[in-house]
């Protein structure tokens, strides 16, 4: 038999019985990816716990979230705004699949030998109300395409690649679809339950801070780190 070689166009056979040509996949574009639907899987669980930075509050999943944020915003100056509006759309397939077997799991019954104080916690820790599901996946879908498109329409030619103000456009665009997020999320979960402007502000004052201070850098790395990976 023939020995097999694997290169980055495609797989060909030594002994010539079969060629196929596969279309180059960028490894940034692989490992971003990659990186991006575990993102969107463990923000959630994350969001259980708040935390305290100094005087300021927030749900442990916005980091997470920024990284979502930074990770799309770095595809669309890497390969483009259509390619990272898609992996957002993709986003919703890990989301709706992780969800689906955490019903499945909580609705299962529990082994009598399991640690007590886990029994009663699991169901806290990841279950969700319908009306909270429904509220992520409606943030989820409009403050992410909303980040990819305000970070491209700023460069002034999308996907330009030249790395122009990369840290001022993925701020503003943060920022932006941050607040989005928040203001959708919290009145779809909360409306007419709790009061919800004071929460809302309280959201909105932390993520801002967070991605003013946070995702300048975090973007230029990424952005930096995808032209390294895609230069082998």
Known sequence: MGAR???ARGISLASGAMTTDLPAFPRSLFIFSVLYGGMVCIAGVLGVKQVALGPLAVEAGIFAF????????????????????????LGFIPLLVSAALIQLVLALPHDPGMYPPAVDA???VVGQGARMMMAGLISYGISQTLNVLIFAKLAG?????????????????????Q????????????LGARPIVELMA????????????????????FVKLGRWLDRG
């Open 5 to 7: 070689h694997l290169t």
């Open 66 to 89: 920024l990284l979502l944020v930074v990770i799309s915003s770095a595809i669309s100056e890497l390969h483009g705004q259509k390619t990272a509006t898609f992996l957002v759309r």
């Open 122 to 124: 699991f169901p806290i």
């Open 157 to 177: 030619q999308v996907g330009s690649g030249e790395g122009k103000l990369v840290w001022l456009r993925g701020m503003i665009a943060s920022i932006v679809s």
């Open 179 to 190: 607040v989005i997020d928040t203001v959708l999320f919290i009145t779809i979960s909360f």
């Open 202 to 221: 309280g959201q909105m004052l932390t993520k801002v801070v967070l991605s003013i201070v946070l995702v300048p850098f975090m973007i230029t790395f």
